[in-house]
């Protein structure tokens, strides 16, 4: 139980286009859904909070107009990269939390490779 | 500013042994200590779990011990196996109204044959 997919699982693409990642809870509702971006060899870093009907609550340091983050059902997250630079190539991974406490269990998806030319 | 020091980042261990990784935050107002198995080009995968109320946790092969008072976790993995070479994070909810975990920077384990 407790599965989380994300898809696409890599992208490769001109600078400048937007890119959109999904992700989904498969066999549990998930009023909370998080987005992270791990660089190569690194921690991983949270990116925003994503609650269901509601806006995102992003972390200090993140674009809230270059990363938008739609989580319009309780089994579906969406980051979508807005005009992408390569500075903006990591790994993205999304996590989404299996209960409504806070301190639940968090369960991450396989992450998106973004790769900007 | 890093709110976990995880240590050691590299751990090579003997098939049989026993693998330690070391956790230690700053802030009293983390509510929930995971810990994560990550393998290269996935997602990191839950491992094992604890609260602030207990002090120790075994699943399997895995134990954490939690130290309230110094601030400290670690993941004990028993009778290491090769197929448990992979890198591992702790992991922090961050408590006091802020969502979200904070991670370590990551132990990456080799189980030599």
């Known amino acids: 139980g407790a599965v989380v997919s994300q898809h696409p699982s890599r992208v490769i693409c001109k600078s400048g286009t937007s890119v959109k990642i999904e992700c989904r809870s498969l066999?549990?509702?998930?009023?909370?859904m998080f987005w992270y971006r791990q660089f190569p060899k690194q921690s991983l870093m949270l990116m925003a909070t994503s609650n269901e009907g509601s806006k995102a609550t992003y972390e200090q340091g993140v674009e809230k107009d270059k990363f938008l983050i739609n989580h319009a059902s309780l089994t579906l997250s969406t980051l979508t990269v807005t005009s992408a630079h390569p500075e903006d190539s990591s790994f993205y991974i999304c996590?989404?939390?299996?209960?409504?406490?806070?301190?639940?269990?968090?369960?991450f998806g396989d992450g998106t490779r973004l790769s900007i030319l | 500013q890093q709110q976990v020091k995880q240590s050691p980042q590299s751990l090579i261990v003997q098939k049989g042994g026993i693998s330690i990784i070391n956790c230690a935050y700053e802030n009293t107002a983390f509510d929930y200590f995971p810990w994560y198995q990550q393998f290269p080009g996935k997602g990191p995968a839950l491992l094992i779990a604890?609260?602030?109320?207990?002090s120790e946790k075994k699943e399997g092969r895995f134990t954490i011990s939690f130290n309230k008072s110094a601030k400290q976790f670690s993941l004990h993995i028993m009778d290491s196996q090769p197929g448990d070479s992979a890198t591992y994070f702790c992991?922090?909810?961050?408590?006091?109204?802020?969502?979200?975990?904070?991670f370590g920077k990551g132990t990456h384990l080799i189980i030599q044959p």
């Open positions: 992991a922090l909810h961050r408590g006091g109204g802020a969502d979200g975990l904070t």
């Open positions: 996590s989404a939390r299996d209960g409504g406490a806070v301190n639940q269990p968090q369960h």
């Open positions: 604890i609260r602030p109320d207990v």
């Open positions: 066999d549990f509702q998930a009023t909370t």
